[in-house]
């Protein structure tokens, strides 16, 4: 079980960089949540793959509050590990623990936010140690104590911790684990660092720690640990990381996508975006930095735009087409008529006789509106494509002859919709994964060694907006969850960003995993073929908007160094097969 503890310093400005981190632990704690009670939904809201388990330091009150926030912790357990949690203790804001069930047993996992260490707290500090001493002799199995302690290994309270850690038969993992010059704290004020997030846990149950060193706008730097434990899954419940709504840019008003581009570009100002660009750079580290950059970019767009995704709400019924036209008038009618005779009591015969008129021409033409539904939709069709408006031509086929694409229960004889899912994933990884021929490696490099090699390739601003204006709109969304609306409309905001992110990776030679990812939808070859058979269907794959981005700078630059052979005409400019 991998598990990160951060004390975030105000969830609502920081979540951006906790989304880069979404489905990659198992389990996450926070620290320094700045909500009140009522916002604690907020949370769940932006981790909808997790179970969320919160306490908060701030006042019950909604009034306003002065003095800056403080405090709140919260715990999110990844929602198939939903069913493992036993017990939850709320009761103190600074000691959030849940109790687990694993397949080694229950398992305590205390997320703690003590005080500062000062002299004022020393007996604070002290009690609040006593306090997690209590719950962990109570509870009587393994235990993990992660968070912010306040503590350095250094420091007086440190020996008492220690003492605590003995007394229980604990460790100190991180202390045992990492090197003596590692630190989890950056003074904003003087720069000084200090060593006070920690892990306590139950002897050998750490596998490994690491200290992922951020450049978020917290002081605290994350503690992740990788635990000997694993949690028991809810049965028969397969977890697909979430995917969310398409957002249905065609309908977005020209004023909401003015907001979104404005939202983009105050999120972007928040951050730093220099990276080294310097040619034939081989720096892991600045790998990593390109990495964590592209995460960013990726959870800003998400973000900024999730106002714009489409309301859960259902219309109750759906109109009739040709309703307005031919229908609305006579139901009125009726309506009147109807609430005239309610009125009267039900008693009067003349009303009731008209209420019934009404009501059998409203049934009339609503019968002959239904009935002339496939002509009527036939004239649209006709009267669109006759005068070229080839928009509300396709809009007319894509609404009301659409044919959902015929889907089968079993694959290959591999049943339930989480096996087909893993069967298609390994079919198509060994399919795409083969090992490539290498009989003309040497004629490509000599190729690429005649033609001559442009080292100094630059992008410039004004080419990744070209770019970007020229990619197709209403595409799907890639791996990434973005479409290339999510670029287009936030142009202004992103250019400046992406030209320094595609430099860095042409100087590096690297290309972060986010960004090539693809998803693969197999599509049935011919709709009369046995849909059970794998050999039937062909794989469609979607690209990151970000990679086509990418290819499309390239080929612009290296366009001119490309040949083909005469006897190609696929996929060719102004040659046709």
Known sequence: MKIISWNIQNFKTNNLWLQQFNLQYDMILLQETWLFNYESNLIENSFRDYKCVSASSMPNYRNGVKGRPYGGTAILVKKQFENSIKEVDSSDPRLLSILLDTKKGKLLVINVYLPCNSFQND???????????????????????????NVSPLSKKFSELQQLCCDLELEVADVNQLDENSFTFVSKSNGAVSWIDHCVASKNLINSVEIPHLCSPSDHVPLVVDADVECIQTAN????????????????????????????????????????????CSSMNHQAIITEKIKLLFS???????????????RPY??????????????????CAFQKWSDGGKLCANLYSNMCLKRNRFKSALRLCRKQKKMRLHEELVTSYEGKDFFKFWDHVKKHDHVENPTSDMIDGVKGSADISEYWAGFYSEFFNKPQSKMYENDVNEYISNTGQNDNIIILEADVNNVIHALKSGKAKGAEGLQSEHYLFACDAIVPVITKLIHSMISHGFVPNEVMTVLISPILKKKNADISKSSNYRPIAIATTFSKIFELLLLAKCENMLRTTDNQFGFKKKVGT
Request: proline content about 3%.
């Open 123 to 149: 007996d604070l500090i002290t009690e609040y140690f006593g306090a997690i001493e209590s719950r962990i002799s109570k509870s009587d199995c393994m235990v993990i104590v992660m968070g912010d302690f």
């Open 237 to 280: 419940n397969h977890v697909a990381p979430r995917s969310l709504p398409k957002i249905k840019w065609k309908s977005v008003s020209l004023t909401r996508k003015l907001e979104y581009c404005y939202r983009v570009q105050q999120q972007v100002r928040r951050f730093n975006w220099n990276i080294c660009d310097h040619k034939n």
């Open 300 to 314: 800003i767009l998400q973000v900024s735009s999730s106002f714009l995704l489409p309301s859960n709400k259902k």
């Open 318 to 335: 759906k109109q009739e087409h040709g309703w307005n036209d031919h229908v609305s008038v006579h139901y009125a009618e009726y309506r």
